[in-house]
C-alpha cells in the first residue's frame, strides 16, 4: 500500500488536494503527511494581496503562464472572506485562472478565511509549507487586502506584491499605509484605464515616506499580460536574493513559526483531559470564587512544561 | 474523524453547456455560501473535463451542475466518468435544470444523485447535500 505522501511525491493530483484538505482542517494526518514529506527546498512564496477588484486573480492566472514557459509547476492559494455570521464562503477566483485548466502543472486551490484576521486562512502557512514540499515553486498565495492586518501576509509571504487598480482613489488614501508598508513590489494593474499614471506617482510620493527602500512600482495589463515580464523580472530578482532581504524575511518566518507550532502543540497536549478541570475552574471564576490567575496557576501545578 | 466532519461543505458550483447566462447557477452558489457552505463558483461554459479537474484539485464534497441546454444525457455521465477515472467517485455529484422524470431516473441509476427542477426552495437543496455529504464522510473515515 503506498502512502499518501508518495502518491503526492509521484504527482498525483488527487492525493495532493486530499493531503491539503487534511493540513489546512489540522488534522494529525496532516501533520503526519508534512513531516513525511519533508522540506520542500526553498520554494519562492509570494503574496499577492490588494482590494477586490484591483485584477489579483487576472495577474496571477497571466504570471503562471509566464512561469509555465519555463517549465515552473506553479501552486496557487486563493484566500477569500468567511461569513462571520454563516461561516459560509464564496470563492471564485478560479473563474480568471480556468485557461490552466487541464494543466497538471498549475495546481489551484481555494481557501476560506475561516475567521482569520488579516484575510489569511488558519491551514495557509501548512497549505504553502506542502504545495513546496509537493515540488511547486512558486507557490502563490492570493488575499483579498484592504489596509487592515495585512501584515499577516508577511508572515506566510517571502515577498509581498500589493496590487492596486486606478480609480480606487478615496479607497487608496485610506489603506495606503497599512498596504504600503508590506509591499516588497507595487503593481498598478488595469494601466489601460484612466488614472493609471496618476496613481503611480501618488504610490511614489507616499512610498519615500516608508522606513523602507521604496519598492519598485510596476505598470501592468493582466487581462493582456502587458508589463508582466518586468513584473516577473522583479520577483526573480526578490527571489534570487540579491541583498533583497530574503534571507532575513525567511528567518523571522522560521522562528515565528517555530514558537506558534511548538506552542500550539503543547497546548494541545496540556488541555487533553483537562476538560472538566476547566470547567470547575472556570465556574469558580465566573463565580468570583478564585481570580483567573489563582485557578490558572492551580490549572498549571504539576505540569512542568 | 470527529473534526473532519465538522469542517464546512466543500460544494463546486459550475454552469455547464453552452448557452450565455448564469443568473441560477449564481443564485445557488450564494444561497449556499449563506448556508454556510464553501462554494467554489466557476462561471459559464464548464465542459466536464474543467469541471472535474477542478473539483479534484479542491477537493470538494460536492459538485452542483446547472445545466439548461438539454445536455443532461450527455454532461452528467460523462462527469461521473471523469470523477471515476480520477478516483473522485466519493464526490457527490448533484444539479438542477429542466429535466424530465425518466431521465432523472436513468441518471440516477448511473449513480448520479438527486436533480432538482427550476424553481427548488433551496431549503430542499442544502438539506439533501448536508445529509448526502454526511454519510459519504462516514463512510470514508
Ligand atoms: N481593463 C482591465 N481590466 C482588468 C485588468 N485586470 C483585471 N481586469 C478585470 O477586473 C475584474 C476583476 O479582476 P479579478 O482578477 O477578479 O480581481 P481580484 O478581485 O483582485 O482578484 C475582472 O473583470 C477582470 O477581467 C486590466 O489589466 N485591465
Ligand atoms: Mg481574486
Not at chain 1, 38 to 52: D, E, F, M, V
Not at chain 2, 54 to 61: F, I, N, P, R, Y
Amino acid at each position: 500500500m503506498s502512502s499518501l505522501a508518495d502518491d503526492i511525491r509521484a504527482g498525483d493530483r488527487r492525493a495532493l488536494a486530499r493531503g491539503l484538505t487534511l493540513v489546512e482542517n489540522d488534522l494529525a494526518a496532516g501533520r503526519d503527511l508534512l513531516v513525511a514529506l519533508g522540506a520542500g527546498g526553498g520554494a519562492h512564496r509570494i503574496g499577492i494581496t490588494g482590494p477586490p477588484g484591483a485584477g489579483k486573480s487576472t495577474l496571477v492566472s497571466a504570471l503562471a503562464a509566464m512561469w509555465r514557459r519555463e517549465d515552473r509547476q506553479v501552486g496557487v492559494l486563493a484566500v477569500d472572506p468567511s461569513s462571520p455570521f454563516t461561516g459560509g464562503a464564496l470563492l471564485g477566483d478560479r473563474i480568471r485562472m480556468l485557461t490552466h485548466s487541464g494543466d497538471d502543472g498549475v495546481f489551484i486551490r481555494s481557501l476560506a478565511s475561516r475567521g482569520a484576521l488579516g484575510g489569511l486562512a488558519v491551514g495557509i502557512y501548512d497549505a504553502a509549507d506542502l504545495l513546496a514540499a509537493a515540488g511547486f515553486d512558486p507557490v502563490v498565495i492570493e488575499t483579498v487586502g484592504v489596509g487592515q492586518g495585512e501584515v499577516e501576509i508577511c508572515r506566510a509571504a517571502d515577498t509581498t506584491v500589493v496590487v492596486l487598480a486606478p480609480g480606487a482613489g478615496d479607497v487608496v488614501q485610506g489603506m495606503k499605509a497599512g498596504l504600503l508598508e508590506i509591499a516588497d513590489v507595487l503593481v498598478v494593474n488595469q494601466a489601460d484605464r484612466e488614472g493609471a499614471d496618476g496613481l503611480v506617482s501618488a504610490l511614489e510620493s507616499a512610498a519615500e515616506l516608508r522606513d523602507a527602500p521604496a519598492p519598485p512600482i510596476l505598470k501592468t495589463v493582466a487581462t493582456r499580460s502587458e508589463g508582466l515580464e518586468a513584473l516577473c523580472a522583479a520577483l526573480d530578482a526578490r527571489g534570487a536574493d540579491a541583498g533583497s532581504g530574503l534571507a532575513e524575511r525567511r528567518l523571522d518566518r522560521a522562528r515565528a513559526r517555530l514558537r506558534a507550532t511548538v506552542d500550539g502543540r503543547r497546548a494541545d497536549r496540556f488541555w487533553e483531559g483537562r476538560s472538566d478541570a476547566l470547567e470547575a475552574a472556570a465556574r469558580a471564576v465566573a463565580a468570583g470564587e478564585r481570580s483567573a490567575e489563582q485557578a490558572a496557576t492551580e490549572l498549571l501545578e504539576g505540569d512542568d512544561a | 474523524m470527529n473534526a473532519a466532519d465538522e469542517r464546512p461543505i466543500r460544494i463546486l458550483v459550475a454552469k455547464a453547456g453552452l448557452d450565455g447566462h448564469d443568473r441560477g447557477a449564481k443564485v445557488v452558489a450564494a444561497g449556499l455560501r449563506d448556508a454556510g457552505f464553501e462554494v467554489i463558483y466557476t462561471g459559464l461554459r464548464q465542459t466536464p473535463e474543467m469541471i472535474v479537474d477542478a473539483a479534484v484539485q479542491e477537493d470538494v464534497d460536492a459538485v452542483g451542475l446547472s445545466l439548461h441546454s438539454g445536455a443532461h444525457m450527455t454532461l452528467f455521465p460523462r462527469v461521473l466518468e471523469l470523477l471515476r477515472e480520477r478516483g473522485a467517485e466519493q464526490i457527490l455529484l448533484t444539479g438542477g435544470g429542466i429535466i424530465p422524470e425518466a431521465d432523472m431516473d436513468a441518471l440516477s441509476a448511473m449513480g448520479v444523485g438527486r436533480l432538482f427542477g427550476p424553481g427548488t426552495p433551496l431549503a430542499d437543496l442544502e438539506a439533501y447535500i448536508r445529509a448526502e455529504v454526511a454519510e459519504r464522510r462516514a463512510t470514508a473515515s
